[in-house]
């Protein structure tokens, strides 16, 4: 099983309000990650979970902040969105992140998000 | 630095036609390198992937050979399907850096009946 899931599948917010995305993974995967997608452009590299601590975060604005409450879950909470956030936000998780090594990515579906 | 270049679409194929996508990629060391494609109104899914060079990928009916000589990951199908339609995206990531998957611009690919 390669499932990742993450809800909600949409979600409309306006600029001042605060929302959170939610990811989740049973294969066990101990590194996990947030992604941002525009229209027909690549995914774009957000945040890093490795063993439940952030490892990597790609100067992204304050108003994006990720969890990562067990090994098995990743939440992005919203506060304070621009327009311009509107995106699909992918979350993916791979077996582990240790240096020297590569471990592919599985993606959940993700959460199309506009921003009123 | 690390990049990945893919050739522009859209690609429009009819059903049964060969399909090549074009990659090539800039990193040092060895990286690993992968297939990604994403359906309409989807996530990303991985195809198939390569390691090492002269490794060959292969998932569906698609191929592709780590060409470290050329610096290349063309993504190839014999015959296309019209559930081929989609996006695809070669990506690889650096050597020592397992974190960091770099993607291409994505090629859109639609297959005609």
């Known amino acids: 099983d390669t499932e990742v899931t993450q809800t909600p599948k949409h979600l409309v917010m306006g600029m001042t309000n605060k929302k959170s995305l939610k990811c989740e993974q049973h294969m066990g995967h101990r590194a996990m990650y947030w992604y941002k997608q525009k229209a027909k452009k690549p995914p774009e590299l957000m945040f890093v979970y490795s063993y439940e601590k952030l490892s990597i975060n790609e100067s992204v604005p304050s108003r994006f902040s990720p969890e990562c409450p067990n090994s098995s879950l990743l939440n992005l909470h919203l506060h304070a969105l621009q327009p311009e956030d509107s995106a699909l936000y992918l979350c993916?998780?791979?077996?582990?992140?240790?240096?020297?090594?590569?471990?592919?990515?599985?993606f959940g579906p993700g959460t199309r998000l506009t921003v009123t | 630095g690390n990049s990945v270049t893919q050739m522009e679409g859209p690609v429009t194929l009819s059903e049964e036609a060969f399909l090549t996508i074009n990659c090539t990629y800039t990193a040092t060391g060895y990286p690993s390198l992968f297939w990604y494609v994403q359906y309409p109104g989807e996530g990303l899914q991985l195809l198939l992937k390569?390691?090492?060079?002269?490794d060959k990928g292969s998932n569906k009916g698609f191929e592709a050979t780590y060409r470290k000589e050329t610096t290349s990951f063309h993504l190839e199908k014999g015959s296309v399907q019209v559930s081929d339609s989609a996006v695809y995206f070669c990506a690889l990531i650096p050597y020592n850096q397992g974190g960091k998957l770099i993607f291409g611009q994505g090629t859109e690919l639609s297959v005609k009946p």
């Open positions: 993916a998780s791979s077996q582990d992140l240790l240096a020297g090594m590569t471990y592919e990515q599985y």
């Open positions: 390569a390691t090492k060079a002269d």
